[in-house]
């Protein structure tokens, strides 16, 4: 039998060979997976645009110098600087994250983050792919090696290879901290068996004795990172959330924290000051939030800020506490959708049916359960669901009226079944609030599915869309002139407690809600009266202010023509100009609450 020559890097058939590549294996493996948890931890400090914006790019240039450095480091010993460098990443990702983001910077503070954290483990793994003997290679063997390993190694953690992760539900019970550390426990086991040298002897009763002593030593480590394990993790909360978590030096609580299908879904609560005596005051406490990632889904006022008029007496979650106004003025604004008093339905205040895509906190859903209406929800998070009825007094929609999956599935399915003859409730109000993070979810924002939506409304049903980013954006232009295109009509509402001036409408991000009907009357609303408000003091302004919220929507037709803007399957741009602006929309979070929420987690 020929043997193949051992220098011939094209026929290398013998067992260091296959050891190579199950050592590749372990190595690219373990990459995909760490840069997979390193992405999932930076997302609630930075939101997901900043934080993926150019992580790619930058876990590049991290790689590069590892496979192209002139350098021997022997295999066993690089077990050992991975297993260091995993050692540190929980805190070491966490605290630059932290101390980075402080800086408000959503650019720049992402980038060296991403090099400050991810450099040692990505510069040790990589060097372990090239890390062979190549006695006998021309230059040009080594060159072509080097780049094939480099590709191979940085297609595995580019953010398309890195969702795969997400599938399997399981990776949401286990922590970043927990991911790191098991690898490193695992490479320091390699690096154990492997070396030191002088355990290395003639074969006999010595060599056996100290193979022996190899795994007496990885015992005896086993115990002691047993020990250390915990001390090594982050200060992130685990997730699950299992017990109420009181922050020790900032009157903060979370009452729930869970990994789940579009990432972190937390519910916090600010707490009065200590020594506060209750008294009415502009500070920002007593309040209760829903976190999705770097973004708030909406909030209530709690303990001394619950007000009411009328006395109505204050809604209660599931276990008696008393809630508040909203946080957020918009979500009290959906509601003007009731106001609409010129189509058919709305001529004699007879709304029967609502459909709410997009939950939050709920509150325009339990509003419309308040007034007697029946709503179904479609929620693609069931962590939201969860916590909108435990934190956020949402009442149970009732059997058939809960569906917790993608809108653009359910609404399609809505009108198959539909066509196909089966009789379906129509809804006479849809309310469509999918934003979240400073992006949206743009296969239901396009002309397709508002036909579809149709389908399952009333001919005389009204949607209320809600929308945020800067008013005179192509963004904000896309909505309106697809809106338009679908519903034949649509007025426009911002919940600003100001008016809007030029200045404001170019460059600030503001919340606005589009109303739109296929209705061929005129699309007005009526004056509220006082069982529009049902005891809230916020409803009672929005509402009574409505007529001097509008937004001028001239200003968002081009001189181009119309069908430039239309959002359609094919040709859908929203989520690509969302993320750019997803920076002004962290910059907008990093106000609204003070750094010490988005690091509590």
Known sequence: MTTKSHDDPRGRTTLYDKLFVAKGIVCVSSLHLIVFAYERGMVPIYGYGPTSRWLDETLLVCMVPAFFLSMRVHATRIWLYAALSLSLLPNA????????????????????????????????????????????????????????????????????????????????????????????????????????????????????????????????????????????????????????????????????????????????????????????????????????SHSILGGVWTGSKVMTIDDESPLVDSFGSALGDSIYATFVLQEAVRLVNTTTRGSIGKWENALTIGLGTGISATSFSRHGISNTIVEIDPAVYDAARSYFGLPDPGPDHIFLEDARTWVSRRKADIETGNTETLFDIVIHDCFSGGGVPEHIYTLEFWNDLKSTMHPEGVVAVNFAGMVQSDSSRMIYHTLLKAFGQCRAFHDLFTEISEDTFKNEFINMVFFCTSSRAPLNFRQPIDSDYLGSPMRRHVLSSLGTREVDLTALQSSESDGNFILTDKRNPLGSLQAAQGGHHWALMRQVLPDVFWETF
């Open 93 to 292: 990702a966490y605290w630059m994250a932290v101390w980075t983001s402080r800086r408000k910077n959503p650019v720049m503070g992402p980038i060296l983050t991403h090099i400050a954290a991810m450099f040692p483990i990505l510069f040790v793994l990589s060097r372990l792919l090239v890390n062979l003997p190549q006695a006998g290679w021309s230059r040009m063997d080594v060159f072509l090696f080097r780049v094939k390993c480099m590709v191979v190694a940085f297609l595995s953690v580019r953010s398309a290879s890195r969702k795969i992760w997400v599938y399997l539900p399981i990776i949401n019970q286990i922590s970043d901290s927990e991911m790191y550390l098991s690898l490193a426990a695992l490479f320091y086991g390699a690096f154990i068996l492997n070396y030191p040298s002088f355990l290395v002897t003639k074969k006999g009763s010595q060599g056996f004795k100290n193979s022996n002593l190899r795994y007496i030593l990885l015992a005896l480590f086993m115990a002691v990172w047993w020990a250390l394990y915990t001390k090594l993790a982050s200060p992130i909360l685990p997730h699950p959330l299992l017990a109420l978590y009181d922050h020790p030096a900032f009157p903060l609580r979370i009452h729930s924290a869970v990994q789940s299908t579009t990432g972190l879904i937390l519910v916090g609560e600010a707490l009065p000051p200590p020594g506060h005596n209750g008294e009415m005051d502009q500070e920002m406490h007593s309040l209760r939030y829903l976190r999705a």
